[in-house]
């Protein structure tokens, strides 16, 4: 089983930075693509972002677009969400995910971290 576990949130004003990071066990990390969502009080889970599994590619959804930026370190077993010029907006619970594929519906990814909370102030 893969285990994956997010780390880097915290609180940070608007217009700043985060880096959040996925650390996942097991061998076989490569052979995943990863992905970040998140979820914020009474909303559903909504997608971030994903990196293909060799890192040669990413997808972000358009209201991250342009802020944010996705990593691996496949060496590492290690993804990370770099968040810039955050907003109010961005305040939720993130987590990381893999899939065999490289996905952007949240049905599609089969194992999941417990989450990190980023709380962006205005």
């Known amino acids: 089983q893969v285990q994956l576990v997010e780390s880097g949130g915290g609180l940070v004003q608007a217009g700043g930075s985060l880096r959040l990071s996925c650390a996942a066990s097991?061998?076989?990390?490569?052979?995943?693509?990863m992905g970040w969502f998140r979820q914020a009080p009474g909303k559903e889970r909504d997608f971030v972002g994903t990196i293909t599994k060799s890192g040669g590619l990413t997808n972000y959804a358009d209201s991250v677009k342009g802020r944010f930026t996705i990593s691996r370190d496949n060496a590492k077993n290690t993804v990370y969400l770099q968040m810039n010029s955050l907003k109010p907006e961005d305040t939720a619970v993130y987590y990381c995910a893999a899939s065999p594929t490289w996905a952007s519906r949240a049905n599609e990814y089969n194992y999941w971290g417990q989450g990190t909370q980023v709380t962006v102030s205005s």
């Open positions: 097991g061998r076989a990390f490569s052979t995943y693509a």
